[in-house]
């Protein structure tokens, strides 16, 4: 549909360390052609949950897209079209144990200076959910404090 049959795959959704925002001096692209995008790759989540973090990164800005922000997602689909014979694969002997982990940015949007942490879950080595939250607040306090007491 958006003519990424014989693009160049790449290794990553993402350039690692890439700091989106709003960029409000960008050139405007259609913002229906870019939800759609967005869109279809949000379907794709239900299974794929290595795409989801860059997925809702680029889906903040569905309101105004940039060519900035278009290609950013157009490289989701090259990543996409590097993988399209992988997927999850659970040997029958495989030991599995479920772990999880969280993490958290401290003012990482760069227009808002909101907070993103998640969470993940994995089932052996294997990533099975993901799931992100956006701060409300720029509060500079933390969220969790643990207290241990002998």
Request: aromatic share 12%.
């Amino acid at each position: 549909k958006y003519g990424f049959e014989s693009c160049d795959p790449v290794d990553t959704p993402m350039v690692e360390k890439s700091k989106l925002d709003e960029d409000k001096k960008g050139k405007a692209v259609d913002p229906s052609h870019y939800r759609g995008m967005i869109g279809i790759l949000f379907y794709l989540t239900a299974n794929r949950p290595d795409l989801q973090f860059s997925i809702c990164m680029y889906a903040w800005y569905q309101a105004r897209p940039t060519e900035k922000h278009l290609h950013a997602v157009k490289r989701i689909f090259r990543y996409l079209r590097g993988i399209v014979n992988r997927g999850l694969w659970y040997p029958k002997d495989y030991s599995i144990a479920l772990t999880t982990s969280a993490d958290t940015d401290h003012a990482g949007c760069q227009d808002t200076r909101r907070s993103t942490s998640g969470s993940s879950q994995f089932l052996g080595d294997r990533l099975i959910s993901w799931y992100p939250v956006r701060k409300l607040n720029t509060s500079p306090c933390l969220d969790v404090v643990l207290k241990f007491s002998g």
